[in-house]
């Protein structure tokens, strides 16, 4: 179906009850609905929001179109927890209903002030010839949950310099001032990201660019994310424009970070190292991290990319957000693993150890469309070793490292039904290491894998029927020591 500008702008205030339920009705049929991951009840989910803990809550916002699986007028959808893992659905959040963001409430964050949340985010607005206008806008709410916009923006205008692609504010406190930073674009068309500081969280002072050893990468930085961590400044950011380099920057769109030593507010420098890849998959953007009571910083994504088609798309949805992942940094890098609280969904437990010699192996208990599965690899000499899940005679999702190569490849060319092939059905990075832990979620269109406790991570929605369900563990030219865990979620 090709939407027409009218229908992608149509707002869901208006539209009739009985269409709002049969769309739900085709989204509830789909045999790709998840489990245990955030998706939308009808029509589009993409970058997660105001994403910050709060009055004893988790709360979490997404961008929504409802209306179908498209980018349309975006709402913020509003999701709360106490435990990271059982989520609550409360209704909108923010309503694109007024002249500062008529075209759509687009992305942004949130902090506690005043025992209230601030949500500021980017106000989308078009002209009678379809020319955009940023706007930044400010919206409270209490502690019932209750939303309240500011009647005017708080950043009405681009600083000189810069495009009408000035979007996504990410706003933290340091000592008693506010900060911001916003995705922007040079007028050159290069990306980057501007700061901006406030005393009050509704006058903003426009800092200006940081100083970053980054000039010419990509044309857009959009939903930056700065934070300390472990003593270090770490930017994180999703450049748009990256030319594909050996294993690296393979998706349409990338998701990575910058790390080096704390931000100098005084003249915006940042030091630091090189670009690096947040995620070795096929589908992970806009990340969005915050900090928790317990001083964790916790990262989520949106599974997904723009301008990529999805199997659901047919069933009046797409995409789901990823699980919560705590950030730590190794080595001047940033190790993602699964929070803990992720284990309240284990059930029944099944466990195995096996000598692999050049053979694949299936076992008792080991088969299912949703669960958590860990699997050490202690001593091998084989030339390939892996695993195969959500598998039958005709389907399969790989995870293997090869030896020879030392790189560890995730392979979805035989995950069921295809889609975004253009862009490769493998992905892979370097990764020399004497043990190998693959640790993973399996949901029933998806599978997030973290490898040797989130050195590495790969996530990537998968389409496969409902009967490939058999997990199967091979070792090629050699032999292969295995341990594993299975948990039934």
């Not at 539209?15 to 998706?39: D, G, M, T, Y």
Request: net charge negative; glycine share 8%; with cysteine.
């Amino acid at each position: 179906m090709e939407w027409t500008k009218e229908q992608r702008y149509s707002r869901l205030e208006d539209q009739k009850p009985e269409f709002i339920e049969a769309l739900a009705e085709q989204v509830n049929s789909c045999p790709w609905r998840q489990s245990f991951h955030i998706q939308p009840r009808t029509g589009l989910l993409n970058d997660p929001n105001g994403f910050a803990y709060y009055n004893g809550h988790y709360h979490l916002f997404y961008q929504w179109f409802p209306l179908g699986p498209v980018h349309g007028l975006k709402y913020w959808y509003h999701m709360k927890s106490k435990d990271l893992v059982h989520w609550e659905d409360a209704g909108i959040g923010i309503r694109p209903d007024n002249k500062y963001d008529s075209q759509g409430a687009y992305s942004g964050s949130a902090i506690e002030r005043d025992g209230k949340l601030h949500l500021i985010y980017t106000g989308n607005t078009r002209d009678e010839n379809w020319i955009r206008h940023p706007y930044q806008c400010l919206a409270v709410m209490d502690d019932e949950d209750h939303i309240e916009k500011m009647e005017k923006p708080i950043i009405a205008e681009i600083p000189a310099g810069y495009t009408d692609h000035f979007r996504d504010p990410k706003v933290w406190k340091e000592d008693n001032a506010y900060y911001a930073v916003i995705g922007a674009q040079r007028e050159d068309e290069t990306g980057c990201v501007v700061l901006y500081s406030s005393q009050n969280m509704t006058e903003w002072q426009f800092e200006g660019e940081l100083e970053t050893r980054l000039k010419q990468f990509g044309y857009m930085w959009e939903c930056p994310d700065y934070f300390e961590l472990d003593g270090m400044g770490v930017l994180i950011f999703s450049p748009q424009g990256i030319v594909p380099s050996g294993d690296a920057y393979q998706n349409i769109y990338q998701s990575g970070y910058i790390i080096g030593d704390k931000l100098h507010f005084a003249d915006r420098t940042f030091e630091h190292g090189g670009f690096q890849e947040l995620d070795r998959g096929f589908d992970f953007y806009a990340p969005q991290t915050t900090i928790d009571p317990n001083g964790r910083r916790i990262m989520v994504a949106w599974m997904g990319l723009p301008e990529v088609e999805y199997p659901t798309d047919k069933n009046g949805w797409a995409h789901c957000l990823t699980l919560p992942r705590e950030l730590f940094i190794r080595k001047g890098k940033l190790i993602q693993r699964p929070v803990k609280e992720l284990e309240l969904l284990r059930k029944q437990k099944s466990f195995v150890n096996a000598v692999l010699k050049n053979e694949t192996k299936s076992f008792d208990d080991f088969r299912g469309n949703r669960f958590e599965f860990r699997c050490e690899v202690n001593r091998f000499d084989a030339e390939e070793f892996g695993i195969e899940i959500r598998a039958s005679e005709s389907e399969k999702t790989v995870i293997k490292y090869d030896a020879i190569q030392k790189k560890i490849i995730f392979d979805r060319s035989k995950s069921g039904k295809q889609f975004a092939n253009k862009y490769g059905t493998t992905r892979s990075c370097w990764l020399d290491a004497e043990k190998i832990i693959f640790h993973m979620f399996v949901d029933t269109s998806s599978v997030e894998i973290f490898i040797n406790e989130g050195e590495e991570v790969f996530t990537g929605r998968i389409f496969p029927g409902k009967d490939s369900s058999q997990i199967r563990f091979y070792a090629k030219n050699g032999s292969a020591d295995v341990t594993a865990q299975k948990w039934e979620l």
